[in-house]
């Protein structure tokens, strides 16, 4: 697909899916600015709500459970689904306008280091992975982990900051591998 039409539409999804998030940006190809573009990657953090099963636990934070805002949940199941579940870290839809959307389901502590990969291309989060692998970091259920405990990347520059790398612009990054 062309990419002023991958844009609109990544756009459209966007703003459907905003209400219910705390963050949310394009990721993939169309962040890269690629002229074709084979899928929409968008990231985000939904938004949770409390739920309380009463209303004592109201005022008692140890009883607080959490779950993904019910509003975002209901969009991504409008979408017709290929795998995954908007509770889980992805998911993939097909979008009516005929390309496929990959959802990719952050938290503030990985925020930072789940859009970088998923800015991509492929050889440029395999340089990252790479780069932070020697350096001694793992990652690990969607966390990068050092000596077996996260490391907060709350922001994608931090991911950058973190393994002594000057951070480049999405559109910029190439296919690199690392000898």
């Avoid at 005022?59 to 949940?73: N, R």
């Avoid at 290929?82 to 839809?93: A, D, F, L, W």
């Amino acid at each position: 697909m062309e990419l002023h039409k991958a844009e609109k539409i990544a756009q459209k999804y966007v703003e459907l899916l905003a209400p219910y998030c705390e963050r949310i940006e394009i990721a993939g190809s169309v962040r890269r600015k690629k002229p074709e573009v084979k899928d929409i990657e968008i990231v985000c953090i939904p938004k949770n709500e409390i739920v309380l099963e009463s209303a004592d636990d109201l005022f008692d934070e140890d009883k607080h459970k959490y779950q993904v805002h019910p509003g975002f949940i209901e969009e991504v199941n409008k979408l017709e689904k290929v795998k995954g579940e908007p509770t889980g870290k992805y998911t993939q839809r097909i979008l009516p306008e005929g390309i496929n959307l990959d959802l990719f389901i952050a938290n503030k502590d990985n925020w930072g280091y789940i859009l970088a990969i998923r800015i991509g291309p492929d050889g440029y989060s395999k340089y990252l992975a790479d780069s932070w692998m020697r350096q001694g970091y793992k990652g690990i259920d969607g966390m990068l982990t050092k000596n077996g405990k996260p490391v907060p990347v709350p922001e994608e520059k931090d991911l950058f900051w973190l393994l002594g790398l000057e951070y480049v612009e999405p559109e910029y990054r190439l296919n690199l591998r690392q000898n």
